[in-house]
């Protein structure tokens, strides 16, 4: 729920209040009963603090654990294709060799 800035057209008494979205906008100011108009803020600034800000701190222990297996069992896959195809350009190598 938003805070929202007032301030009053008779006294300028400018104060905030914290009311939902959805609710009607105040038209009574609280000092001298006068009407009030809304002003446009800025808004709240966002503070990111502490664990809980990266994709991967808001998952589960057997989320991680899979995601790390997978990773491993990838990397080793790309071990073996990597290991392969330096065989097979040393057979092309030998290949050209005996042309």
């Given at each position: 729920?938003?805070?929202?800035?007032?301030?009053?057209?008779?006294?300028?008494?400018?104060?905030?209040?914290f009311?939902?979205m959805?609710?009607?906008?105040?038209?009574?100011?609280?000092?001298?009963?006068?009407?009030?108009?809304?002003?446009?803020?800025?808004?709240?600034?966002?503070?990111?603090?502490g664990?809980?800000?990266?994709?991967?701190?808001?998952r589960?222990?057997?989320?991680?654990?899979?995601?790390?297996?997978?990773?491993?069992?990838?990397?080793?896959?790309k071990?073996?294709?990597?290991?392969?195809?330096?065989?097979?350009?040393?057979s092309?190598?030998?290949?050209?060799?005996?042309?």
């Amino acid at each position: 729920m938003p805070t929202y800035e007032y301030e009053c057209e008779k006294c300028e008494h400018t104060f905030e209040h914290f009311q939902s979205m959805s609710s009607e906008r105040l038209k009574v100011c609280p000092e001298c009963k006068g009407d009030v108009r809304r002003l446009i803020g800025t808004g709240a600034g966002i503070i990111f603090k502490g664990s809980g800000f990266y994709e991967t701190d808001y998952r589960s222990k057997s989320y991680q654990d899979g995601a790390s297996k997978d990773s491993k069992a990838e990397s080793a896959a790309k071990n073996k294709s990597s290991g392969g195809s330096k065989k097979k350009k040393k057979s092309v190598k030998a290949k050209k060799k005996k042309s």
